[in-house]
């Protein structure tokens, strides 16, 4: 009767395969795997042929490095705790001049990349000149250079190729060092979707396509997606509500008229976002709407063809995460990373 959170490993292998035959990829596992799950969710693009992992967090990148002995595994946050970097060899992210300038003995023996500011303002070098000094210290490995743009999802392409012609000018100064430098990486899912792979960069970097979501704005039908997580509870309970009743805390839900309630097991406890209440739920392939969304429950309006025990669909192919995008919900990774997926029972289905 609890909410069920339903993973299909296979589209996630179908979708890093397919983006694999286009560009190599540095798949993007940070937060558990956009919520999917780093074991499962790296399982899957290993068997899809991905072989380099990229993480914001120490902890998950020891754990992906427990899966797997071979596998390139990137840190994009900065870490000083050199001796687990060492240990579990992850390639570490410089993050600026100054944290170089005051960690350099420690950097020595370490795998290293270097981030590019760019405008997206949050890590990085601010420029070439800057990125050349660590370059030319011939005492540490460092393998790849990467940026991360800020205005790929933007509609307004302008900022956008500013900040692209920015990074390429970075690279174009520092051209003399690339040919060594085996991860060049900048495009997320939707720069990606907007230029293909970038001349001049060996990687992509994605997160949400290859979790199966396009960007919404960029629509290539050339790039399949395939939503890799159902979401769905059960009709618990059928209530009826006389014209002019309530229903729900602070009579959160007015009957105008004689009433036919759903109490279906999945709420806000299980991260249901607030704003997903707003748009119907799908029971026995009719779509009725969300009345009242509650901690452990959510009031759908239903009519007399739904009984207890009924599937109660959230999130599937047709209640797509995309689908709620465009209409406003917010982007796929708030969508997926408000689920609590402890409370739900949780499935691969294949
Ligand atoms: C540094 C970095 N690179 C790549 C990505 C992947 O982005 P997307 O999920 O849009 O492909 C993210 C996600 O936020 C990120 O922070």
Redesign the pocket.
């Known amino acids: 009767m609890t909410a069920q959170f339903m993973l299909s490993k296979k589209r996630l292998t179908d979708q890093a395969v397919d983006l694999s035959s286009i560009a190599p990829v540095i798949a993007?596992v940070?937060n558990d795997a956009?919520n999917h799950g780093l074991k499962d969710a790296f399982e899957s693009f290993y068997a899809g042929g991905i072989r380099s992992f990229?993480t914001?967090s120490l902890k998950e990148a020891v754990r992906l490095r427990s899966f797997n002995q071979e596998i390139m595994i990137l840190l994009?946050d900065p870490s000083t705790d050199f001796e687990t970097l060492k240990k579990y060899s992850i390639t570490l992210t410089i993050p600026s001049l100054s944290f170089y300038h005051k960690h350099k003995e420690d950097l020595k023996g370490l795998t290293l990349q270097l981030v590019f500011k760019n405008k997206l303002n949050r890590l990085g070098f601010n420029g070439s000149s800057e990125m050349k000094a660590v370059l030319e210290e011939s005492s540490l490995t460092i393998n790849g250079l990467?940026t991360?743009f800020a205005f790929?999802?933007d509609g307004d392409s302008d900022r956008y190729t500013h900040e692209v012609n920015a990074w390429k000018h970075v690279l174009q100064e520092l051209k003399d060092y690339l040919p060594s430098l085996p991860y060049i990486h900048a495009q997320?899912?939707?720069s990606?979707y907007r230029d293909g792979l970038m001349p001049g960069h060996t990687h992509i970097?994605?997160?949400?396509?290859?979790?199966g979501t396009r960007?919404i704005d960029q629509p290539h039908a050339h790039i399949h997606s395939r939503q890799a997580v159902r979401v769905d509870a059960s009709v618990v309970e059928v209530t009826r509500v006389k014209a002019g009743d309530s229903a729900g805390y602070s009579a959160a839900f007015k009957a105008t008229k004689d009433t036919c309630l759903a109490i279906c097991s999945i709420g806000y406890g299980n991260g249901l976002l607030k704003e997903r209440a707003h748009f119907p739920v799908a029971i026995n392939g009719n779509l009725y709407p969300i009345r009242v969304l509650m901690m452990s429950h959510l009031l759908v309006e239903v009519d007399e063809t739904v009984s207890i025990g009924d599937h109660v669909i959230l999130y599937d192919d047709s209640l797509s995460f995309e689908s709620f995008t465009r209409q406003g919900i917010g982007a796929?990774?708030e969508q997926m990373a408000a689920f609590n997926r402890d409370t739900f029972s949780y499935q691969v289905i294949d």
């Open positions: 993007v940070k956009y990229a914001t994009l990467w991360h790929a999802y997320n899912s939707a990606f970097r994605v997160g949400a396509l290859l979790y960007p796929f990774s």
